[in-house]
């Protein structure tokens, strides 16, 4: 079975610096996709950004990215020039090619402080 | 844009009611899948549907039943309602063959399910 750890229950960071978020994950699969979901206080899921298996290109959405490491299996995310808005929860998730379902991590509180 | 529309946003029952949550999925989209988020918890997989079929089952109660109807929309049908219930339902949905892999799912704003 697929599991998405995530280590860090909580993390801070000070206005205008950047974060990185740390996620791991297990599969046997060779084909598969990982995303990062933005859980703001509103409780909405928001999808950040998101990475396909195959591709060695770590993607990018303007102030976040991500640092794919296929062999080691993780998947963290990097958010830059940090601003108030993005105080959020953060699950970093999984689902196989071709598959249904969304595995996600136990989740990282980010604060950002002015 | 349309967005998936959940109702109700807030629902209050005692023990041993039935609860009725309803999904609306983004129009176009033919699979909706529903989650369950405990307290301080991530969201857990229950079931989801493509084309009025069940696709995939996870971690739902015996308890539980959901169908999706003609239209697409979807409910999620809770009986003997247990304190442990109590957490936030989301649906999200999807268009077979582009969005999972591709875009993600998109989510709808939960249903928040409180049993007293």
């Known amino acids: 079975a697929q599991t998405v750890t995530q280590s860090q229950p909580e993390m801070s960071v000070q206005e205008a610096e950047t974060v990185t978020l740390s996620c791991t994950y297990d599969?046997?699969?060779?084909?598969?996709?990982l995303f990062w979901y933005k859980q703001p206080p509103s409780r909405q899921m928001i999808l950040v950004i998101r990475?396909?298996?195959?591709?060695?290109q770590n993607a990018t959405e303007n102030r976040f990215s991500v640092n794919f490491q296929k062999a080691a299996k993780s998947f963290s995310l990097k958010i830059s020039d940090s601003q108030l808005g993005d105080t959020a929860m953060y699950f970093c998730?999984?689902?196989?090619?071709?598959?249904?379902?969304?595995?996600f991590g136990a989740g990282t509180i980010l604060r950002v402080k002015s | 844009a349309a967005g998936v529309i959940q109702s109700p946003r807030h629902l209050i029952k005692e023990k041993r009611e039935t609860a009725t949550l309803k999904c609306y999925p983004i129009?176009?989209?033919?699979?909706v899948y529903w989650y369950q988020q405990g307290p301080g918890q991530d969201p857990q997989f229950l079931i989801s549907?493509?084309?009025?079929?069940?696709?995939d089952k996870g971690s739902i109660p015996d308890r539980f039943s959901a169908q999706q109807f003609s239209d697409y929309h979807s409910e999620l049908n809770m009986s003997s309602l247990e304190l442990g219930d109590s957490a936030l339902y989301f649906c999200?949905?999807?268009?077979?063959?582009?969005?999972?892999?591709?875009?993600?799912?998109?989510f709808g704003s939960g249903t928040r399910l409180t049993v007293v």
């Open positions: 999200a949905s999807s268009e077979t063959g582009t969005a999972l892999n591709l875009y993600g799912y998109t």
């Open positions: 599969t046997s699969e060779n084909n598969y996709y």
């Open positions: 990475q396909e298996a195959y591709k060695q």
């Open positions: 998730a999984f689902t196989e090619g071709g598959g249904n379902k969304l595995v």
């Open positions: 129009p176009r989209h033919d699979t």
């Open positions: 549907f493509y084309e009025k079929m069940q696709s």
